[in-house]
């Protein structure tokens, strides 16, 4: 199927920097997803854009939408240890309705 | 609230003994998927019901059925559960086929003995 590559994979990082992933693809989206997902648990929505060059902010969480629409950022700003988890982006290719595609995941580990 | 409720969150099954997984929503959406995620990878969708129409993907095992028997419910059944078939499984709903909405449920962790 379509991929999404998803980058990096895995992040260590300090507690109070700042985080950033991206999702690429070679083909066009009209929605980008950012989930979520702790241990155990489902994947939880953070952000939805549904327009090229979208910029929206959930708190310490910032995403956008490409202005090509093949690619979309999270940043993380102040990461606490909350913040750890896996986090996936899920993006609805412009021919292929409401099927999601979903990126590898990154995880995300914070040291207090 | 409105939500995704899967039952149960754990579930153990023996090698070959049929067993099912449930999903409901309060949300009234038209759609329900059902998707197998293995540790640490992206989900991988099984099918979906865009109302009582069944979409099952091309990959998805004979071995994994559905039934919607209404809008709020869902159910997974695997016929002769494997070891290969223990999984995170989760389901999600979505408003419409413009997939507003998109929501998932906790998740059911499989395990085959």
């Known amino acids: 199927g379509q991929q999404l590559n998803q980058s990096p994979q895995s992040m260590f990082i300090q507690e109070g920097e700042d985080v950033s992933m991206n999702c690429t693809s070679s083909?066009?989206?009209?929605?980008w997803l950012w989930y979520k997902q702790d241990p155990g648990e489902g994947p939880v929505l953070l952000i939805a854009?549904?327009?090229?060059?979208e910029l929206t902010s959930n708190g310490r969480l910032t995403a956008q939408f490409g202005i090509t629409r093949k690619d979309s950022f999270l940043n993380i700003s102040a990461s606490i240890p909350s913040d750890v988890g896996i986090y996936f982006c899920a993006g609805q290719l412009q021919n292929a309705g409401n099927m999601l595609t979903f990126g590898g995941g990154t995880r995300l580990m914070v040291k207090p | 609230d409105a939500m995704v409720i899967q039952n149960p969150r754990y579930q153990v099954t023996q090698f070959g003994k049929p067993v099912t997984l449930s999903c409901s929503q309060t949300l009234n959406h038209n759609v329900m998927y059902w998707y197998q995620q293995k540790s640490s990878q992206a989900p991988k969708l099984l099918f979906h019901?865009?109302?009582?129409?069944?979409?099952n993907e091309a990959d998805t095992p004979d071995n994994f059925q559905s039934r919607r028997p209404n809008t709020s419910f869902c159910f997974l059944d695997i016929r002769s559960p494997g070891l290969g078939d223990a999984a995170m499984y989760l389901c999600?709903?979505?408003?419409?086929?413009?997939?507003?909405?998109?929501?998932f449920g906790s998740g059911t962790r499989l395990t085959v003995v």
């Open positions: 083909s066009i989206f009209n929605t």
């Open positions: 854009l549904y327009k090229a060059g």
């Open positions: 019901y865009y109302d009582k129409d069944f979409n």
């Open positions: 999600a709903t979505s408003r419409d086929r413009t997939g507003v909405g998109y929501t």
